[in-house]
């Protein structure tokens, strides 16, 4: 069965400092990766996803990502967090298999960006 | 584009009541919506799936006859708690989809905005 590991349920950092929380998954097909950011008390917003193509994807708020399929991973990254960028972030994959593909959700890590 | 919507962002019911949400997709066709649930500082559980004009698929320990969907339109999906309890309370998030698009674009899921119902 497909699933997804956050490796990090808190990770804390100071402003301006780069930040990377880490994504792996397991599958033995192809998979669609997806990374959310959810504002407290707000629904669920894309950060970025990868479909095909590149393995670097950029996304909004200077976040990027890179799909790394030999060691199962889409770790998320930011070279210089904000105040703003304080949030849950969580990974999710989905496989290609059958019409109801669900998406398999990470655990999330909180992300505390302090001044 | 792809927008989804949900009525009402919050609502508060007493015991025994039942109450309906209503998840919208704004500028797109929905054949398949998700309804999940959330509790606090936890990550999504998946309630159910539902295609559009077909009876909605049940996650394993999920109660179809409480959490009733309804997916009738292209647009529209509605879950509604049927005689909510205190322990029903939760953040409740609907996402939608376009399993026609070909390749990647048929998998993204886009999500609403979430309902917070308390139940006194």
């Known amino acids: 069965a497909q699933s997804v590991t956050q490796l990090d349920s808190q990770v804390p950092v100071f402003e301006e400092a780069p930040v990377e929380l880490r994504c792996n998954y397991s599958s033995s097909v192809s998979v669609y990766l997806f990374w959310y950011v959810q504002y407290p008390n707000q629904g669920l917003q894309l950060l970025l996803k990868y479909l095909s193509g590149s393995t670097l994807v950029k996304g909004i708020n200077g976040f990027e990502a890179e799909f790394n399929k030999s060691q199962t991973s889409f770790h998320l990254r930011k070279p210089s967090v904000h105040i703003s960028d304080t949030a849950e972030y969580f990974c999710?994959?989905?496989?290609?298999?059958?019409?109801?593909?669900?998406?398999?959700w990470g655990l999330g890590t909180s992300l505390a960006v302090n001044p | 584009g792809a927008v989804v919507s949900q009525h009402p962002s919050r609502v508060i019911c007493k015991s025994g009541t039942s109450v309906k949400i209503e998840c919208r997709s704004l500028d797109f066709q929905a054949t398949t919506m998700f309804w999940y649930r959330q509790f606090p500082k936890k990550s999504l559980m998946l309630m159910a799936t539902s295609n559009e004009g077909s009876k909605a698929t049940y996650e394993q320990g999920v109660e179809k006859d409480k959490f009733l969907i309804n997916h009738a339109s292209l647009t529209l999906s509605t879950l509604t708690v049927t005689s909510a309890h205190p322990e029903d309370s939760s953040f409740y998030i609907c996402?939608?989809?376009?399993?026609?698009?070909?390749?990647?674009?048929?998998?993204?899921?886009?999500f609403g905005p979430g309902t917070r119902l308390t139940v006194l």
């Open positions: 999710a994959v989905t496989v290609n298999a059958g019409n109801n593909r669900k998406l398999i």
């Open positions: 996402s939608a989809r376009d399993s026609r698009l070909a390749g990647g674009g048929g998998n993204e899921q886009f």
